[in-house]
């Protein structure tokens, strides 16, 4: 039917009231309800999706159902269960809007970009705004969204966005998650039943671990893989290589096969500079500048390596380095850890020395055998300052009694023990540092890139 002058009056007061709950029409159509002008499309559609809500759930296929006294249509599906359940991604995507109340009740829509749910929206309405156990309206604070969730946020199919309510207009129809899905990116576009969808839909018990995770992290691959974050890039590593970084195999965290297939694969870790190596062979090795070469002990104890950490690796982790020449013949080389005027100092891949403190050093998995012994007869003209050595990528520590993540100079905090739960750093050793190695770092959301 066409709308007369009257029903567009209608549709516009309606949206003004109702907030988020329609998108206005961009044209006259058979397809728009005349009650809130929303544009909407019946053919049969099925989106691959998670169940966006965990826990007991009923629902029916109440699709364009009369609302408001048929004034208007039901453009979504109600998905009935108890307060507090929790509220998963659909699909991989970003958050593209999020509301607080407003009167129209907590809601947040994800959008995705990629894959075979490019082009689609799902809408979360009546997100919980209660203290649980009550209907008091005030737990939107601390119950509607996890932290990190807000606008311009990355989520991964399955990871927890919220908690079922009865925020806005379902105070009185019992708790449940309005659920709509759009072919737009955000709110407008065209919606489309998303019944279909949901009975199609994969199934998870609990929250998928939180991601994507912040660079630095040790990723575990359901497989029993590791890697290393590295941006976008996840790049292997074994458990050899991770002994010499530093790193604890039991630091790494959980991934999904989704999130595994959402970096792509880089080139394998290697040692870093200053690592002294042992092959199969017996032969040992000393990393610097990004190249191995051959360093007997007692050649290492004449640059100050008095008695080093002798890591034993595999033929294979030694591939990824190629063979230097020549030995260093002072300490000053990339990767030396010296005590300068009582002062741990790195020599950088730069050739400077960057001041490390006992938290920075920790970070990174130092210890009193990593540090030269500088011999006294030889003189040494020591270069320059640069910037000091900040904590290790990826370190999970605890600064003035706040759990967070050090990544690419920024704090990441986890704000509660559901959110240290949901990216899988429950049970992780995590190192207690002063205030002050994260008070000159950025802070921001663990979940936004």
Known sequence: MRRSLAAVAA?????CLTGPAASAATADSDS????????????????????PVLGPTSYSDNWLAC???????????DLMGPKMSPLVAAFDGTVTSLSRDGGSGNYVVISSDAGPTAGWSAVYIHVNNDTPGTDDGKGTDAFA????????ARVLAGQLVGWRGDSGNAEGTGPHLHFELHQSRGWGGTVRNAFPSLQAARHVTAPTPSGPHPTG???RHPSGALFLL????KRPVTPAVLAALGRPVASAVPITSG???????????????????????????????GSRVRAPLPALAGLGLTAPRVWPVADADLATLPVGDVLPTTPLYPGALLRVAGRLQLVGSDGRLHAVTAAVAGSHGWTTPDVLTLPLELPLDLPGSGEPLGLRDGS??????????????????LHDSRQVSSYGYAGRPRQVVPADAVTGLRTTALSAW
């Open 145 to 152: 969204f996890p932290a990190g969730i807000e606008v311009g």
């Open 11 to 15: 549709a516009v007061l309606l949206a």
């Open 217 to 219: 992290t040790l990723l």
């Open 396 to 413: 999970l520590v605890v600064a003035g009694g706040v759990v967070g993540v050090v990544s690419a100079g920024t704090f990441r905090p």
């Open 32 to 51: 728009v309800d005349p009650g809130t002008g929303t544009v909407y499309d019946s053919t049969p559609v099925t989106v691959p999706l998670v169940f």
């Open 67 to 77: 609302r408001s006294g048929c004034a208007r249509m039901h453009m979504g599906q």
């Open 230 to 233: 590295d941006g976008a890039v």
């Open 259 to 289: 999130e595994s297939l959402g970096y792509r694969t880089g080139p394998a870790v290697p040692p870093r500079d200053g690592a002294v190596l042992r092959d199969p062979s017996g032969t040992t090795w000393l990393v610097t500048g």
